[in-house]
């Protein structure tokens, strides 16, 4: 069983740089989702889609974009890297709070993908 | 705006022993959800339990069970037999009712050590 699968696990990027986080579900969730998790500020939503096709933008969504294509894929770009992007950054999904049968709120996670830039 | 506060930044406890881990949050709303989820030090995210609030009787999972508080806001978990695997940073996370996963809020985490 693969659920949800971040790569890559580590990265390291100088100011400036782009890069594009990959995230893969094979459970067939409707809902998809980013978050960055730093010390002492828990987990922030970054952005979040509930379809193909359908994004939006989470709790802190400057510096990132992120696209919709399948049900599966679902990749975070950074556009121009910043000091303040080093993070450790969770993919996660789960289905529809209106799918038959989902238990409501629960989540599915990768297992992180830590990002550090110079 | 809900909010979900743990206090408690770190705590510790003996093998076997029982451990409770306190949650406090604030909301206007009157039907909503309450997770706990772990996070071992290989990161990935695990739901341990879920509380309805409409529902009076306190969530169990095996040796993890819930002190529901509604009209406290409090949710607190309690770890029975407490094991080495349950060394973990844990989060308690507010969801209101016909929200979408979007609408979760997380707390900003705790962790625990368990020692044997």
């Known amino acids: 069983n693969a659920g949800v699968t971040q790569t890559p696990k580590f990265q390291v990027l100088k100011t400036g740089q782009s890069m594009t986080l990959q995230c893969a579900q094979d459970?067939?969730?409707?809902?998809m989702s980013w978050y960055r998790q730093d010390p002492g500020m828990g987990l922030r939503l970054i952005h979040y889609?509930?379809?193909?096709?359908?994004?939006d933008q989470g709790e802190v969504p400057n510096g990132y974009n992120v696209s919709r294509s399948t049900t599966e894929d679902f990749p975070l770009r950074l556009l121009s890297a910043a000091p303040s992007q080093t993070s450790v950054y969770f993919c996660?999904?789960?289905?529809?709070?209106?799918?038959?049968?989902?238990?409501?709120?629960?989540?599915?996670f990768g297992e992180g993908s830590r990002l550090t830039v110079l | 705006a809900q909010t979900v506060t743990q206090s408690q930044p770190e705590m510790s406890v003996q093998e076997a022993e029982t451990v409770t881990l306190s949650c406090t949050y604030d909301?206007?709303?009157?039907?909503?959800?309450l997770f706990w989820y772990k996070q071992p030090p290989s990161r990935q995210m695990i739901l341990v339990i879920r509380?309805?609030?409409?529902?009076?009787q306190n969530a169990t999972e095996n040796r993890f069970s819930v002190n529901f508080q509604k009209a406290a806001k409090s949710f607190s978990l309690k770890i029975s037999d407490s094991q080495l695997g349950d060394t973990a940073m844990y989060f308690c996370?507010?969801?209101?009712?016909?929200?979408?996963?979007?609408?979760?809020?997380f707390g900003k985490g705790m962790k625990l050590t368990v020692n044997p």
């Open positions: 909301t206007s709303e009157n039907n909503y959800y």
């Open positions: 459970m067939n969730h409707e809902y």
């Open positions: 996370a507010f969801m209101k009712l016909g929200g979408g996963s979007e609408k979760l809020v």
């Open positions: 509380q309805e609030a409409y529902k009076q």
């Open positions: 889609s509930v379809g193909a096709g359908i994004t």
């Open positions: 996660a999904s789960s289905y529809s709070a209106w799918s038959g049968g989902a238990v409501a709120g629960e989540l599915f």
